[in-house]
């Protein structure tokens, strides 16, 4: 059993391969290095998509809708491990049928702060029968919406959403069959 003494993140090269590691606290800066991350949009039972507000607490994009969550995987973390780690943190989900919908995902955003987003996400599909209990840190408020709510509201008004689920919403349409 591997011990996590700190939260890591995965440095990457300009081709996408790992190249060192960071911690979690400090990459976020006005010169964020490329690093790895996921976003994952998650499905309810009833075909529903469950979108989220940021927490007033985090360091970019305070206060924000945006898809269901995202995070960073560990040096060495299986992808879908990472994925079902931040759904039971941030949500307290567990979460089934994880589908890479967006392999090759990739942004590079500055927030309102100077904080700067840079890098390479993967976008997960997967699905849910839980209800969630949102950690307040991660978390202020979520909503369950048609997924084509959210898709024409990223298409009509993008400053509502954070600016990777703006720049997700296009792949996501076919990856959701709509």
Request: charged share 25%; glycine share 8%; hydrophobic share 40%.
């Amino acid at each position: 059993m591997t011990v996590v003494t700190e939260d890591l993140v995965v440095l990457l090269d300009e081709r996408g391969e790992p190249c060192g590691t960071a911690p979690r606290g400090g990459v976020h800066t006005t010169d964020t290095p490329l690093h790895l991350a996921f976003s994952c949009w998650v499905l309810g039972p009833d075909g529903r998509l469950l979108v989220t507000r940021r927490a007033l607490a985090k360091r970019t994009w305070p206060g924000v809708w945006t898809n269901t969550f995202c995070g960073h995987p560990r040096p060495g973390e299986d992808s879908v491990a990472a994925v079902e780690r931040y759904a039971a943190h941030e949500l307290g989900l567990r979460v089934t049928d994880l589908r890479l919908a967006l392999p090759d995902f990739r942004y590079r955003a500055v927030d309102a702060s100077g904080v700067v987003e840079n890098e390479i996400c993967p976008v997960w599909l997967a699905r849910t029968d839980d209800e969630p209990s949102p950690h307040p840190d991660e978390v202020a408020e979520h909503a369950w919406t048609d997924p084509r709510a959210l898709l024409d509201l990223a298409e009509r008004t993008p400053w509502a959403l954070s600016p990777w689920a703006v720049e997700q919403s296009a792949g996501m349409r076919g990856a959701l069959g709509l």
